[in-house]
């Protein structure tokens, strides 16, 4: 079952929105490190269901509003999902050290975001 795990607010600017952020709400954004482009992220210090973590990342055609970051198990298959009820799927990318990642439009014209983390290392004789 799919779940928010964060959610992207798109800027022209990414520092200049992680200052206002900070300023306004204390929201300290940090670069999500070997990010292939300008995406900052913030986890809140409660992780106890107080705050959904949050990203700044740049505006461009497809994202010119927050979007929520839905995780599932596979992200083909939810893409798929998605074309079959009346949505329409994107690109999917590999992100390193996070997982697969892409935007869809949900059935209503709304910018979704899908993440596939990618699968935990097993230890050595597992």
Do not use: C
């Amino acid at each position: 079952m799919g779940k928010v795990v964060n959610f992207h607010l798109p800027a022209d600017d990414v520092e200049r929105a992680a200052t206002f952020y900070r300023e306004v709400f204390g929201w300290e954004f940090v670069p999500f490190p070997n990010s292939p482009r300008p995406y900052l992220v913030y986890e809140p210090a409660d992780q106890n269901g107080a705050g959904v973590p949050a990203a700044i990342t740049l505006r461009h055609e497809m994202i010119k509003a927050p979007v929520p970051t839905i995780e599932v198990d596979d992200i083909d298959q939810s893409m798929t999902a998605i074309a079959i009820k009346g949505g329409q799927q994107a690109r999917v990318e590999d992100i390193p050290g996070l997982g697969r990642f892409g935007y869809a439009i949900d059935s209503e014209g709304n910018v979704i975001a899908l993440l596939q983390r990618e699968a935990s290392p097993r230890p050595e004789g597992a």
